[in-house]
């Protein structure tokens, strides 16, 4: 038999540390050969030269696809939230409604539209990231909050992609960043030996054609004007390393995973070793043997962190995170089932664009020479060949040339008829612009547009009649993302977010009572609803936040509005509203997007409450007031028509005014519409 290949898998963490180290540098090489065996890549930095307008040797040089490109991406990220979350769990519910508080407060404080139109440009190239990470600014010394940071598609490097083509179900997948070496030191002090930046690197020992192509990419676009020609000696590479390790502890003791003390930290037993529980039935010690799933090293992912200068991992221990995803969800526009990263949006309008720019230069050109054509004279007319040589029409104030006959028969322009700029020519502009529209979906993007703009017009199923296949298909891929996004982040609130932190986004008001449970500092639970809340809980915080956490789901975002089936759905609720239909309140806003309906409902019946308890109050103190002052209360009137009482109106008579009272009444004037 064959003997098993066993390379493919990240060595044990007691493996000499330079030998992890040489498998993490040939995971990034496996990478950076992936990347650039895509087509969509093949002319990456051409594309980037197309769209920036660099390098037109024409005479007159433009740029429409560059506002044209924006356009689109400007449109598809114009987002007034991430996502939104809901629960069916009864007692989850004010969570949920917390949780669509601190998503609207992270989406502010964390520029989240800013840093999504980046991944969307990269995606314009390619293929975009979204790195979702918690972390702490100023060097990791300032404030920690959730970062959102885009990546281009040589930055997230790959390993074992799925056939899905989703990066989610890779075996691994390489964060490559370019890092001041200021803050590497910062954050890597013990390593500050070797950290050492670019430009001192020792390609002969770890340079590699991917880095080549990645440093570059740098030299040309990223640092270009911002740190000149020596960008390379201010930045290292500090490389992420994101495994979905498979190990099973079979040391035959317990290992301890993470620093003691963080949220992150865990023990895992050896396979077959007696664990120790509480049933939470009768609150007995029970005990069983460790199973493999218990026993998983990396139960989320394993992270190993290094730089090409060091010669030993940086980090080499469990992810930080909870959620136990690969932290990056991928923005792709010109997605292909063939193409794992699909295409460059701007390369398929390449050759479009080239030849608007070559006519519209040529049309400046030709304009410009019928101003100044080339000019033949007769020679036999008197004027010289000197004069003739020096006369600029275009600057010819002043000058008197003495000429035989008619000046128009012995001065003429010698441009053929043919060269000359007509309606036909200004049509093919605006056909080739008509054409490169067409092509990024621009015109779907403006009834996209419109839509966002009348979404409370009565006429809006129209706008979704008009939406066209691309805005749609991009609809889809913006969801996907977000949604990923939007599942991090929920495991990120649980994990770093104390009940303070949330109290400073969201207000006193905003946490429930149901938060403040035996663990007041955090959102988690903490217990679990079938255990005995008197003693400590069976479950770690890591476990508990689990439970939590896959019962709030996420449940909309904002590209899911493009969504015909949905919007029809929408609209056939509108219609059973409206006409009174017996169907719950609950069920109709559910369907029509209002999120925790039952509670704001029950935000309204106290606040109706509170006001007419008020006025109770208010009638008494006045009552009060004018008994202490003497003063008699206004008599009680009888059953009269303005208090509910009397002889209703007919309304068989035009409005006419009539006199009231007499007889010991109050003669008075009334509108009445009685005969």
Same mark, same amino acid.
């Given at each position: 038999?064959?003997?098993?290949?066993?390379?493919?898998?990240?060595?044990?963490?007691?493996?000499?540390?330079?030998?992890?180290?040489?498998?993490?540098?040939? /995971?990034?090489?496996?990478?950076?050969?992936?990347?650039?065996?895509?087509?969509?890549?093949?002319? /990456?930095?051409?594309?980037?030269?197309?769209?920036?307008?660099?390098?037109?040797?024409?005479?007159?040089?433009?740029?429409?696809?560059?506002?044209? !490109?924006? =356009?689109?991406?400007?449109? !598809?990220? *114009?987002?007034?939230? !991430?996502? =939104?979350?809901?629960?069916?769990?009864?007692?989850?519910?004010?969570?949920?409604?917390?949780?669509?508080?601190?998503?609207?407060?992270?989406?502010?404080?964390?520029?989240?539209?800013?840093?999504?139109?980046?991944?969307?440009?990269?995606?314009?190239?390619?293929?975009?990231?979204?790195?979702?990470?918690?972390?702490?600014?100023?060097?990791?010394?300032?404030?920690?909050?959730?970062?959102?940071?885009?990546?281009?598609?040589?930055?997230?490097?790959?390993?074992?992609?799925?056939?899905?083509?989703?990066?989610?179900?890779?075996?691994?997948?390489?964060?490559?960043?370019?890092?001041?070496?200021?803050?590497?030191?910062?954050?890597?002090?013990?390593?500050?030996?070797?950290?050492?930046?670019?430009?001192?690197?020792?390609?002969?020992?770890?340079?590699?054609?991917?880095?080549?192509?990645?440093?570059?990419?740098?030299?040309?676009?990223?640092?270009?004007?911002?740190?000149?020609?020596?960008?390379?000696?201010?930045?290292?590479?500090?490389?992420?390393?994101?495994?979905?390790?498979?190990?099973?502890?079979?040391?035959?003791?317990?290992?301890?995973?993470?620093?003691? &003390?963080?949220?992150?930290?865990?023990?895992?037993?050896?396979?077959?070793?007696?664990?120790?529980?509480?049933?939470?039935?009768?609150?007995?010690?029970?005990?069983?043997?460790?199973?493999?799933?218990?026993?998983?090293?990396?139960?989320?992912?394993?992270?190993?962190?290094?730089?090409?200068?060091?010669?030993?991992?940086?980090?080499?221990?469990?992810?930080?995170?909870?959620?136990?995803?690969?932290?990056?969800?991928?923005?792709?526009?010109?997605?292909?089932?063939?193409?794992?990263?699909?295409?460059?949006?701007?390369?398929?309008?390449?050759?479009?664009?080239?030849?608007?720019?070559?006519?519209?230069?040529?049309?400046?050109?030709?304009?410009?020479?019928?101003?100044?054509?080339?000019?033949?004279?007769?020679?036999?007319?008197?004027?010289?060949?000197?004069?003739?040589?020096?006369?600029? /029409?275009?600057?010819?104030?002043?000058?008197?040339?003495?000429?035989?006959?008619?000046?128009? *028969?012995? !001065?003429?322009?010698? /441009?053929?008829?043919?060269?000359?700029?007509?309606?036909?020519?200004?049509?093919?502009?605006?056909?080739?612009?008509?054409?490169?529209?067409?092509?990024?979906?621009?015109?779907?993007?403006?009834?996209?547009?419109?839509?966002?703009?009348?979404?409370?017009?009565?006429?809006?199923?129209?706008? @979704?009649?008009?939406?066209?296949?691309?805005?749609?298909?991009?609809?889809?891929?913006?969801?996907?993302?977000?949604?990923?996004?939007?599942?991090?982040?929920?495991?990120?609130?649980?994990?770093?977010?104390?009940?303070?932190?949330?109290?400073?986004?969201?207000?006193?008001?905003?946490?429930?009572?149901?938060?403040?449970?035996?663990?007041?500092?955090? @959102?988690?639970?903490?217990?679990?609803?079938?255990?005995?809340?008197?003693?400590?809980?069976?479950?770690?915080?890591?476990?508990?936040?689990?439970?939590?956490?896959?019962?709030?789901?996420?449940?909309?975002?904002?590209?899911?509005?493009?969504?015909?089936?949905?919007?029809?759905?929408?609209?056939?609720?509108?219609?059973?509203?409206?006409?009174?239909?017996?169907?719950?309140?609950?069920?109709?806003?559910?369907?029509?997007?209002?999120?925790?309906?039952?509670?704001?409902?029950?935000?309204?019946?106290?606040?109706?409450?509170?006001?007419?308890?008020?006025?109770?109050?208010?009638?008494?103190?006045?009552?009060?007031?004018?008994?202490?002052?003497?003063?008699?209360?206004?008599?009680?009137?009888?059953?009269?028509?303005?208090?509910?009482?009397?002889?209703?109106?007919?309304?068989?008579?035009?409005?006419?005014?009539?006199?009231?009272?007499?007889?010991? &009444?109050?003669?008075?004037?009334?509108?009445?519409?009685?005969?």
């Amino acid at each position: 038999m064959p003997e098993p290949v066993y390379e493919w898998q990240a060595p044990p963490r007691e493996s000499p540390a330079p030998y992890i180290k040489g498998w993490c540098d040939e /995971l990034t090489q496996n990478g950076d050969r992936w990347v650039q065996s895509q087509p969509g890549l093949k002319n /990456l930095n051409n594309d980037i030269k197309l769209l920036m307008g660099i390098s037109q040797e024409r005479d007159m040089p433009s740029n429409l696809l560059q506002p044209d !490109i924006r =356009t689109f991406v400007e449109t !598809i990220t *114009d987002l007034r939230q !991430i996502a =939104t979350f809901g629960t069916k769990a009864e007692q989850l519910k004010k969570s949920a409604f917390l949780y669509n508080d601190v998503m609207r407060f992270v989406y502010w404080d964390s520029q989240f539209v800013w840093n999504s139109r980046k991944a969307v440009q990269y995606a314009m190239l390619g293929r975009g990231y979204m790195w979702v990470k918690y972390s702490r600014d100023h060097f990791g010394w300032g404030t920690a909050r959730n970062v959102f940071d885009p990546l281009g598609p040589r930055e997230c490097l790959p390993e074992q992609l799925p056939s899905s083509n989703d990066i989610q179900g890779s075996y691994a997948v390489t964060i490559v960043r370019p890092m001041a070496i200021a803050e590497a030191h910062a954050r890597f002090p013990k390593f500050q030996k070797w950290l050492n930046p670019i430009s001192r690197y020792d390609w002969k020992a770890y340079g590699t054609l991917g880095m080549g192509r990645r440093y570059d990419f740098y030299d040309r676009f990223r640092f270009n004007g911002n740190e000149g020609n020596n960008w390379e000696s201010r930045y290292c590479e500090i490389r992420y390393h994101f495994i979905r390790d498979l190990r099973i502890n079979t040391t035959g003791f317990a290992q301890q995973m993470g620093v003691p &003390g963080t949220s992150w930290a865990y023990v895992v037993p050896s396979l077959g070793d007696l664990v120790v529980s509480i049933n939470p039935s009768n609150g007995l010690p029970q005990s069983h043997k460790a199973t493999v799933e218990e026993c998983r090293l990396y139960p989320r992912l394993r992270l190993i962190i290094t730089s090409p200068s060091v010669p030993i991992p940086m980090y080499d221990d469990t992810a930080f995170d909870w959620h136990g995803e690969m932290p990056v969800a991928q923005y792709d526009v010109n997605d292909w089932a063939w193409s794992a990263m699909g295409y460059s949006a701007v390369q398929s309008v390449s050759s479009l664009e080239k030849a608007r720019r070559d006519r519209l230069s040529d049309i400046n050109t030709v304009l410009a020479v019928r101003k100044d054509p080339p000019m033949g004279h007769d020679i036999s007319t008197g004027a010289s060949r000197t004069q003739m040589e020096r006369l600029d /029409l275009l600057h010819a104030q002043g000058i008197r040339m003495g000429i035989k006959g008619k000046p128009k *028969d012995a !001065i003429a322009s010698i /441009l053929p008829p043919e060269i000359d700029v007509d309606e036909k020519d200004f049509k093919g502009v605006e056909l080739i612009s008509s054409s490169i529209k067409s092509t990024l979906g621009l015109n779907d993007l403006a009834s996209l547009r419109e839509f966002k703009g009348n979404l409370s017009d009565q006429s809006f199923d129209k706008f @979704i009649e008009n939406l066209g296949p691309m805005a749609k298909g991009i609809a889809i891929n913006m969801w996907r993302a977000n949604s990923k996004i939007a599942y991090m982040l929920k495991y990120n609130i649980a994990q770093y977010f104390t009940t303070n932190d949330l109290v400073t986004m969201v207000g006193p008001e905003g946490v429930g009572l149901e938060t403040m449970d035996n663990d007041p500092n955090s @959102i988690v639970p903490s217990h679990l609803p079938d255990e005995n809340q008197n003693s400590e809980s069976t479950h770690n915080k890591a476990d508990r936040a689990r439970w939590f956490c896959d019962r709030i789901r996420v449940i909309s975002t904002p590209a899911q509005l493009l969504n015909i089936t949905h919007m029809q759905e929408r609209m056939l609720y509108m219609f059973f509203l409206q006409k009174n239909i017996q169907i719950s309140m609950d069920t109709i806003m559910e369907k029509l997007g209002v999120n925790d309906y039952e509670i704001e409902h029950q935000k309204w019946r106290e606040e109706q409450l509170k006001d007419e308890t008020w006025k109770v109050e208010a009638a008494k103190t006045v009552a009060l007031k004018q008994k202490q002052e003497g003063m008699e209360p206004p008599p009680q009137q009888g059953p009269g028509q303005g208090k509910g009482g009397g002889r209703p109106s007919t309304g068989k008579a035009a409005p006419h005014a009539e006199m009231k009272g007499g007889k010991g &009444g109050n003669v008075r004037v009334v509108n009445s519409t009685s005969k």
